[in-house]
């Protein structure tokens, strides 16, 4: 079973408010990633970390923001959202790029 | 090839049929082909992550094979079960840049 953990499950909120997705794992992996899927549509990434104080932008362009302070955290900032920020939020986490990916639950946002 | 893309989109097969599914790929900096299953209400989960050209795995009655010259992979399902009704997604790894691709999927229902 995945140790890979995403919280918030469903967040409705309202325009302009400042908003952290969490993303948490406890195996220890290096590699972690932030996907966007709107419905019925691909996963797109939109952040990614080689580990501890790395990120790099995704194919996606997204106003949200990273950190990768610790190894096991990796949250995902959005500061003013907006009604098109609505989507599912999809957190992975890998040991090296030919190791399988665990995902979290993901977080479907809608903003209001 | 850029990007990632599989085909085809979606399918309907029979129970008892088997099927394949198509997932082409950039041939330069590659580094590992993974392919997953994502149920619905559920978490994307991995089949097979492949390294070497010619690879074949298998998985119960699920294979895959790799050709990285070429840039493609298939996926397999042999005798179809209403429970191999999921999405199933390819991920291109670039070794050089260290993102994880995913192509848009194949939804199977049986």
Sequence with gaps: ?112 | ILNVEQSPQSLHVQEGDSTNFTCSFPSSNFYALHWYRWETAKSPEALFVMTLNGDEKKKGRISATLNTKEGYSYLYIKGSQPEDSATYLCAFYNGNTGKLIFGQGTTLQV
């Design chain 1, 1 to 112: 079973e995945a140790d890979i953990y995403q919280t918030p499950r469903y967040l409705v909120i309202g325009t302009g408010k400042k908003i952290t997705l969490e993303c948490s794992q406890t195996m220890g992996h290096d590699k972690m990633y932030w996907y966007q899927q709107d419905p019925g549509m691909e996963l797109h990434l939109i952040h990614y970390s080689y580990g501890v104080n790395s990120t790099e932008k995704g194919d996606l362009s997204s106003e949200s923001t990273v950190s990768r302070i610790r190894t096991e955290h990796f949250p995902l900032t959005l500061e003013s959202a907006r009604p098109s920020h609505t989507s599912q939020y999809l957190c992975a986490s890998s040991d090296r790029g030919n190791t399988e990916a665990f995902f979290g639950q993901g977080t479907r946002l809608t903003v209001v």
